[in-house]
């Protein structure tokens, strides 16, 4: 084990731990124990140094380790993974595996970070990805199918994470097309497909998911939309290597089950958790937006929306967002 993860995980035992104990444990010095700290600083702990009586961690993190996602995950699922990883800090786990060798055919290549310093959303935004605090994972996989079959896979992904989510006691998920889970209208979760096609042969295909668990740095004012946490939702915190394996597994399954039948066994779940069906949204577009009543997904997984009297109009394209919009006053 890294010194930085097992110091984080002594730390979090509770209380302080002077320097020369927290060496002994680590079988290295104290000054290379201070430099340690001063490393975990950087990745925004808080972590107390009182002369006298040593170093303390404001509250205790329950660091990821893949032993403990995979038992989580299943033995099932545990077939379909080629390799996984989990970071302390990475810049994006996307970017890092779109840059990675495709693995075996149906297989995947898993990246968990505790933190990312560019974690990133659809069309350049940002994800918010704080030390320790979330989820944030992504998988690599390799899809034999050519990339238009592929346009339904966020749609199928966002299935996975409301089974998921509701294996963990969130029965109330609301899903906004393409890529938002939600809850109560605000966010809980982001998923990001990003696709390398070859013009001919198979696609290799990044999925990332962010789901927050428990926010509790100052980082979340970063965020300019309304969000919410697992913590919020539920009072309480599951285990995040619970929630990593689960969440997994059920993308796992779902992305074994889109390779060979594409959306079609998603699409009524998915429509079971439409949060914008029959209300009031603006798309907003490049150019100009438009305004209209939405009227869900169709076979395909296209946005459909109804403006004034005029034919019901579809978005395939990921070059839009859908915003809600209250009703006009009566
Ligand atoms: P769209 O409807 O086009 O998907 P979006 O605003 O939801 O629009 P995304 O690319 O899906 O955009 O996600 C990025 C956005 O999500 C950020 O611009 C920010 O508003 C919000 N965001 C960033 N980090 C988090 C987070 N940890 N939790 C919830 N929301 C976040």
Known sequence: MHNQTKLISILSEGGFHSGEALGARLGVSRTAVWKTIKKLSEYGLDIHSVRGK???????????????????????????????DVFLKHSSTNAWLMAKASPEPDKGHVCFAEMQTEGRGRRGRKWVSPFGENLYLSILWQFPADPQMLSGLGLALSVAIVRALDELGVHDVGLKWPNDVIWNKRKLAGILV??????????????????????????????????????????????????????????LNVIILYEQRGLAPFIEEWRNHDAYKGQRVDILMYKNN????????????????????????????????????????Q
């Open 54 to 84: 040593g170093y303390r961690l404001s509250h205790a993190i329950e660091l990821l380790d893949a032993g403990n996602i995979l038992e989580e995950t299943g033995k099932k699922c545990q077939s379909r993974i080629a390799e996984i």
């Open 194 to 251: 990003e696709m390398v096609a070859e013009s001919t042969g198979p696609c290799r295909v990044v999925m990332g998911v962010g789901l927050n668990i428990n926010f509790q740095s100052s980082a979340s004012q970063q965020i300019d939309q309304p969000w919410v946490d697992l913590k919020t939702i539920l009072g309480r915190t599951p285990s995040r290597n619970k929630i990593a394996g689960v969440v997994l597994r059920h993308l």
């Open 290 to 329: 438009i305004s209209g009543i939405c009227e869900g997904i169709d076979n395909m997984g296209a946005l459909q929306v109804r403006s004034g009297n005029g034919p019901i109009q579809k978005f395939t394209s990921g070059e839009i967002s859908l915003r809600g919009r209250p009703a006009p006053e």
